[in-house]
Structures are given as structure tokens and as C-alpha cells.
């Protein structure tokens, strides 16, 4: 098939960021995240970028019987490829952020390239009263959290899944990060193409001006040249400038509650498929073509969604 001029959309459906409070449309029993995820394929997402969450508090759950409550009802409700976190939340392990992508072997899985600040406690200004008290501790505990991606942790994530044929959405918060990655690339311990997913507007990160995003694109292009795939993600109100830039510039783009709980200035995006609806009118509306799921695997060289272990 030819992909050339194709985007690939890719929807991260709930994360470990936004909270309860933050907006009634926020996914969190597996009920809830498996039919946002299976709306966002529907609407035009060729990759679904999953977190957990406990189902009666919404806090982040990085366990894999927590991610075994949905993601076999994914599988059977879209062709679109499965992209399993490996961030999880920054309160945790690598061993514990890892294990549910070692141990259902999924087409993609993220990859945090570098430690970073990780500030979320700016929030704390807009919401005061939560649903539930552990939603203002982690906001608060953002002051002084250092989100840890060592070296040591970035090879042991990649030692633990990539025999499994996992390929990685490198998720890179700096332009650090992006030569990290190529310290990996140099070392042979990852092979292209590389899917750079460039993040946008986290405190502790690069900002979201569009000269940011072009220095990122630039950069990347002088260290990777061919051998990338380029995406990106901006956080809050950001999330829907970005991506139009991106696409301007030929770039994919990540949407999703995940990263943005907006669907325009002031408006709370419904539903994941919303956003993706919003990016897909994007793309459209400058002439190019959204990628089908098995577009975006022969663009990213995954190994299909019959080799994977849910």
C-alpha cells in the first residue's frame, strides 16, 4: 500500500495526569476506557496510547491484571495497534511501570527518554475542592518530583521488551531527550524507524511555542535525518495548535484526554473521539490523508496485532 503523505493519529485515552475532578468525561472503569478506545479508532485513530486506572477512585493502577480488564475488549473491537505505557506514573518503578508491556508483548509501547521536573502542582490554582483527597496529593507531591528515566532505566525497559518484537513511541519532553535517544541509536540497542513522539507544554519540559516545535523538528532531523517518524503532543490548551502546526509540517499527531482535557477554548472535550475528530479535520483541511492502523504499522514497521500476547 502506499503510505506517503499519510498521518497517523494516535489517541492516548486516559493517562496519569488529569483527574476525577478535572472533568466528568475522564475514562476510568475498564467499561469506560475500552469503549473511548474503541470510539477513537472509529473516529480515526490508527494507535491507542492505554493507561489504567483504579476503577473506583480513578488513581493510576500500572498492574496488569488492570490492563488484562480491557485491552483483550479493544483487540476484539478495532484493528487499531495497542500502545501500552511504560511511563505509568511518576510516583512508581520502572519495574512496576514495565511489566504490564512485558507481559502482553503489544505492538508499541511508550519510552520516557530522559528524568525531568514533572510540575503539575500549577493546577492546584484552578481546582480546590476534589473528589477525592488523593487527587490534591499528587498535584501537590509535583513540587518536588523528580520523574526518574535513567539511563539505566531507559536500557532496562528496552532489555525487558524489545525480543517481544515491541516497537516504542520514544516520548521526548526536551531536546535532551532527543539526543539520549541517539546515544541508544549509536549503541545499536534500538533500531529505526525511530517514532518520536515530541511532548509540548509540561512544566519541567520544552514550552509550546511554535519555535520550539520547529527547533525540535529541526534537531531531530539533523540527528536522525530518514531514520525517524515524527509526532507530536501538546499539553492543555495547546494540544490543538501544535498539532496543526505538525501537520503543516508533515508530522503526526498524538490527541487525547491523556494530554488535553479541551475540545476548544473554554469547551471540555466530551469524549476522546472528539479530539480525534478535531485532528482528523485538521489534517483533512490541508489537503492530507489520516492513516488506517495498518497504514500506520507498515509506516512504523510494527508487527501486527496478531502477535501480541492479550
Known amino acids: 500500500m502506499s503510505t506517503k503523505g499519510k498521518i497517523v493519529i494516535t489517541c492516548a485515552i486516559t493517562g496519569a495526569i488529569h483527574t ?19 470510539a477513537a479508532a472509529e473516529a480515526g485513530a490508527a494507535i491507542l496510547h492505554l493507561h489504567a486506572r483504579d476503577p473506583e477512585t480513578g488513581k493510576p493502577d500500572q498492574t496488569p491484571e488492570a490492563f488484562a480488564r480491557f485491552l483483550p475488549r479493544i483487540k476484539q473491537g478495532t484493528n487499531a495497534a495497542i500502545n501500552i505505557t511504560t511511563g505509568g506514573s511518576p510516583y512508581m518503578t520502572v519495574k512496576e511501570r514495565v511489566s504490564p508491556a512485558a507481559q502482553f508483548k503489544p505492538e508499541v509501547a511508550s519510552l520516557n527518554m530522559g528524568s525531568m521536573n514533572f510540575g503539575l502542582f500549577p493546577l492546584l490554582e484552578k481546582y480546590t475542592d476534589f473528589k477525592y483527597e488523593w487527587e490534591r496529593e499528587h498535584l501537590e507531591a509535583t513540587r518536588d518530583l523528580v520523574f526518574r528515566n535513567s539511563f539505566k532505566d531507559i536500557e532496562y525497559v528496552l532489555e525487558t521488551c524489545y525480543e517481544n518484537g515491541t516497537r516504542f513511541e520514544f516520548e521526548c519532553y526536551d531536546i535532551s531527550h532527543l539526543y539520549n535517544l541517539k546515544h541508544f541509536a549509536d549503541r545499536g540497542l534500538v533500531k529505526p524507524p525511530f517514532f518520536i513522539q515530541s511532548v509540548f507544554g509540561i512544566l519541567g519540559g520544552i514550552g509550546s ?13 539533523r540527528l536522525f535525518g530518514s531514520d525517524f517518524r515524527w509526532s507530536v503532543l501538546g499539553a492543555g490548551a ?4 501544535i498539532a496543526a502546526q505538525a501537520a503543516s509540517m508533515g508530522g503526526n499527531i498524538r490527541v487525547g484526554l491523556e494530554d488535553s482535557i479541551w475540545a476548544g477554548k473554554g469547551v471540555l472535550a466530551k469524549s476522546n473521539a472528539d479530539q480525534v475528530k478535531l485532528a482528523r479535520k485538521i489534517i483533512e483541511g490541508l ?9 500506520a504499522r507498515e509506516i512504523l514497521s510494527l508487527k501486527g496485532g496478531d502477535q501480541v500476547n492479550f
Open 238 to 241: 495547546a494540544q490543538l495548535r
Open 287 to 295: 489537503g492530507q490523508e489520516v492513516a488506517t492502523p495498518d497504514e
Open 209 to 221: 511555542h511554535p519555535e520550539d516545535v520547529s527547533h525540535m523538528k529541526r534537531t531531530a532531523d
Open 20 to 38: 476525577p475532578t478535572m472533568t466528568p468525561h475522564l475514562p476510568i472503569t475498564p467499561d469506560q476506557i475500552a469503549a473511548e478506545a474503541i
